[in-house]
């Protein structure tokens, strides 16, 4: 179990893997990379505007050693995308980051690769805020819109394997809805139910829902409402209903909590670093150290 996204960040010193980015030429992810060159989490090879990149360094005084700059020949963020992912199916670099494109133009390049091993992707966003005594993982509020009860058995499935991957022993997942009443009028109380009822042995997970947010991380809830169920209170991981209630519910941590973030798409053939453009250089810190860590841990399984 981790407390703190400082944890990951020094985990993952001298791990020095490769990662490539997307439309680097933006100042806060390249504080992020300095900070992970320096800790030697990681070098990179920056896809962007040339120009713009060595204008960002200059600025911050820093040198540009670990890495490589690359200005793709029509300069676009599509062309960046393409790029930073054909450096990931070659082996020059050993995962991906978002840098300051648009996420739909960013995971197009994705889905048109070879880093997709035919599963669904998924996004995960871990938070550390003072409310809450853990890290709280939550997917998916960046890239399936509805899931229907297989894709959220599959979401379910990969940010299991992210905490099994980066050292959970025990896992506690809450299937989010608005109440612990199953009804078919509310489809994701059904679909919780079903998710709940499945044998996650093989995680040492312990998944209850349908639950309502107070009952998935407030014991006193649980206990007042007289919620009973296995984990309940203790959530470590939150699997959202849809795609509206995971994006609001991440935001409202990050704007009204002053949480600190990371982010990951999963599902494909290396770990994919993305958090929001606005989302400031720490979040991009962190979720590089998380890239680095899951990057390298699943290139020992």
């Not at 648009?102 to 390049?109: E, G, S």
């Not at 991380?217 to 509206?244: F, Q, R």
Request: net charge negative; aromatic share 6%.
């Amino acid at each position: 179990m981790k407390h703190t996204l400082n944890e990951f960040v020094e985990s993952a010193r001298g791990l020095n893997l490769r990662v490539a980015v997307a439309s680097a030429h933006d100042e806060e992810v390249i504080e992020a990379l300095l900070a992970a060159r320096d800790k030697g989490i990681c070098t990179a090879l920056l896809f962007g505007n040339a120009q713009r990149i060595h204008q960002i360094f200059a600025s911050l005084g820093a040198d540009e050693a670990g890495f490589t700059i690359v200005e793709p020949e029509d300069g676009s963020d599509v062309a960046c995308a393409r790029a930073a992912v054909h450096a990931v199916e070659t082996g020059e670099a050993d995962y991906l980051m978002k840098g300051i494109l648009n996420t739909t133009d960013f995971l197009r390049a994705v889905v048109h690769s070879e880093l997709l091993t035919g599963g669904l992707l998924s996004h995960v966003m871990i938070f550390e805020f003072p409310a809450y005594h853990k890290l709280l993982y939550v997917s998916d509020g960046a890239m399936n819109p509805a899931p229907d009860y297989e894709k959220k058995r599959v979401i379910l499935e990969n940010a299991a394997r992210l905490l099994q991957l980066i050292g959970y022993n025990t896992i506690n997942a809450g299937i989010l809805s608005g109440s612990e009443v199953v009804s078919e009028k509310i489809p994701s109380t059904v679909d919780a139910k079903a998710l709940a009822s499945l044998d996650w042995s093989h995680y040492n997970m312990t998944v209850f829902g349908p639950a309502a947010l107070d009952l998935c991380i407030s014991k006193e809830a649980a206990a007042h409402k007289k919620y009973t169920a296995p984990g309940a209170g203790d959530a470590d991981l939150l699997i959202m209903p849809n795609y509206e209630t995971g994006n609001a519910f991440g935001k409202s941590l990050t704007y009204f909590a002053n949480a600190r973030s990371a982010g990951l798409v999963l599902g494909a053939r290396c770990p994919i670093v993305l958090v929001s453009r606005a989302d400031p250089a720490d979040a991009k810190l962190t979720s590089l150290a998380l890239g680095a860590i899951a990057a390298h841990e699943g290139g020992k399984a």
